[in-house]
């Protein structure tokens, strides 16, 4: 085709004007979005940068259950930002600084909005410190509906923050949502007759001047900020360091003897996790008991229980989360049934091992259609498709390619993916690769089918 020298004018002359209107449509929108598009939550986690690290220097005052604390997060810019969110509920911003220059800020919802003095650029580390306090108000989750979540007091004056999915965010500002996983340091001050327990490695325990005392946990793996716990009471840890991973539990002073040994098989079921599955991910593990709390949850390092005796079938879930959730882990909310399902599968594990029944037994009582895991809406991220025809689409993998195949496949998924993200994609790969066989029909029809198949 000719152009004409007219045309051609034109066409620069639009071309010329479409960069500048680029340019200022680029600049003035250099705003890291306000979510990361997650199906179950797309508001929760934001975009533009990738968290390294979160530094949390909290002070506690349980008399009125007020926090006071300034987080600092190294992140890396992914994109050119004029500005960019982090996930806040409830609690004043006092200030913001971005690397080390005062910062201007907005709330709008849960959502805190910085703008830095100057653009950050694409590939730049730079580091946000918020200066914040507050009473922290709990969240309703619709995912979660057992208890609210996040920083909350329970019985006999004990706090802790429990939070998958949303909860973080009551008490700590963050990228809020499991794609993006950093390594923290906590330094909780508490008056002296208290003490904290968070994730990780306790590394110091340091007395201040006025006799408050402030413990630092360092977390160097990677952690999603569902997963973190602060509990804070009259805690007396308790150590077993005979094992192949040091096991230290904390339980309320005056804990029940019939609580404090239903623990005692933890060091038994690490060692069977281990070598079916793999070295344990992190340094040390063990429980923190919370009076009151309802449920359990696979806090990384240190999973957190009420103060009931415990069932040795939910110790099993709680460790092989650390695995299976923990150390490897969705990036999505919709891929939850690779934690439950796969946590729930140890259980039936755990039957066949050491006790009278067969793996089958866990499932004996289902005679009810369970909905698709793979296919989920909000209620039923912890509903009973999830839990239980998540671990049945195991139990039929197994039964498909024998035991021996099964658990190569399992240890080769958990080596391939520990300390990263994962789809659910990624583990039919890895079952396909090992077996050498086409599975898709099987995973289509446990984790998508509208009806579930029968019982292997
Ligand atoms: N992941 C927990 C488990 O099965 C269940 C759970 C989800 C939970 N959200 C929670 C427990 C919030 C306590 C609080 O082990
Ligand atoms: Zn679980």
């Given at each position: 085709?000719r152009i ?6 034109l ?12 340019i200022?449509?680029?600049s003035?929108q250099?705003r890291?979005?306000?979510g990361?598009?997650?199906?179950l939550?797309p ?13 949390i ?8 259950n007020?926090i006071?604390a300034?987080?600092t997060?190294t ?5 050119d ?8 509920h ?19 919802g849960s959502?805190?909005?910085?703008r ?15 200066d ?8 309703v ?10 920083w909350?007091t329970w ?8 939070s ?8 700590f ?6 794609s993006?996983?950093?390594?923290y ?21 340091i ?16 952690m999603?900020?569902?997963l973190t ?5 009259d805690?007396i840890?308790?150590?077993d360091?005979?094992?192949?991973v040091p096991?230290?539990?904390y ?10 040994s ?13 070598e079916t599955?793999g070295?344990y ?5 063990g429980v923190?008991v ?15 229980f009420?103060?009931?005796?415990p ?7 709680e ?7 923990n ?17 729930t599968?140890?259980?039936a ?5 050491h006790g009278?029944?067969g793996?089958?037994f866990l499932f004996?009582s289902?005679h ?7 296919d ?10 999830v839990?239980?025809?998540?671990a ?11 035991n021996a195949v ?11 993916h520990a ?12 079952a396909?690769?090992?077996s050498?066989r086409e599975?898709?029909a099987?995973?289509?029809a ?11």
């Amino acid at each position: 085709m000719r152009i004409s020298l007219a045309d051609a004018k034109l066409v620069r002359c639009m071309g010329a004007m479409v960069a500048v209107l680029t340019i200022c449509i680029a600049s003035a929108q250099q705003r890291g979005s306000d979510g990361l598009g997650d199906r179950l939550y797309p508001r929760l986690g934001n975009g533009g940068y990738d968290a390294q690290h979160y530094d949390i220097a909290l002070r506690f005052e349980p008399q009125e259950n007020h926090i006071r604390a300034t987080t600092t997060i190294t992140a890396i810019a992914t994109e050119d930002l004029s500005s960019f969110n982090l996930d806040l509920h409830g609690l004043s911003v006092a200030s913001v600084m971005v690397d080390g220059g005062s910062a201007a800020f907005e709330r709008v919802g849960s959502e805190l909005v910085i703008r830095p003095a100057q653009s950050l650029t694409r590939g730049a580390t730079f580091t946000t410190a918020v200066d914040y306090a507050g009473v922290p108000q709990p969240i309703v989750d619709p995912g979660a509906s057992f208890h609210k979540l996040g920083w909350q007091t329970w019985e006999d004056g004990y706090f802790a923050a429990v939070s998958e999915p949303s909860g973080a965010m009551n008490w700590f500002p963050s990228n809020n949502h499991p794609s993006d996983k950093a390594t923290y340091l906590m330094r909780i001050t508490v008056p002296a007759d208290l003490v904290a327990v968070a994730n990780g490695v306790l590394a110091e325990v340091i007395v201040n001047d006025d006799s408050a005392r402030s413990f630092v946990w360092r977390m160097d793996q990677p952690m999603a900020s569902y997963l973190t716990i602060v509990a804070v009471g009259d805690y007396i840890e308790a150590r077993d360091d005979s094992g192949p991973v040091p096991i230290r539990n904390y339980f309320p002073a005056g804990t029940d003897a019939d609580i404090l040994s239903g623990y005692d098989i933890t060091h038994e079921i690490m060692t069977w996790l281990i070598e079916t599955i793999g070295p344990y991910p992190f340094t040390e593990y063990g429980v923190v008991v919370v009076p009151g709390y309802p449920v359990a949850l696979e806090t990384q390092t240190i999973s957190t229980f009420g103060d009931v005796a415990p069932d040795p079938l939910v110790i099993v879930h709680e460790l092989a989360h650390q695995w299976f959730g923990n150390s490897v882990s969705p990036g999505s909310w919709e891929d939850i049934w690779l934690n439950e399902g796969f946590a729930t599968y140890f259980m039936a594990l755990y039957h066949e091992t050491h006790g009278p029944q067969g793996a089958e037994f866990l499932f004996s009582s289902i005679h009810i259609d369970l909905l698709p895991p793979g296919d989920i809406e909000v209620a039923e991220l912890f509903g009973p498709g999830v839990y239980f025809r998540g671990a049945l689409t195991l139990h039929a993998l197994r039964t498909e390619v024998g035991n021996a195949v099964f658990f190569d496949i399992l240890r080769e998924y958990y080596r391939r993916h520990a300390y990263s993200l994962v789809t659910t994609a990624d583990f039919i790969t890895t079952a396909e690769d090992v077996s050498g066989r086409e599975l898709d029909a099987l995973f289509d029809a446990w984790l998508y089918g509208e009806q579930m198949p029968s019982l292997p």
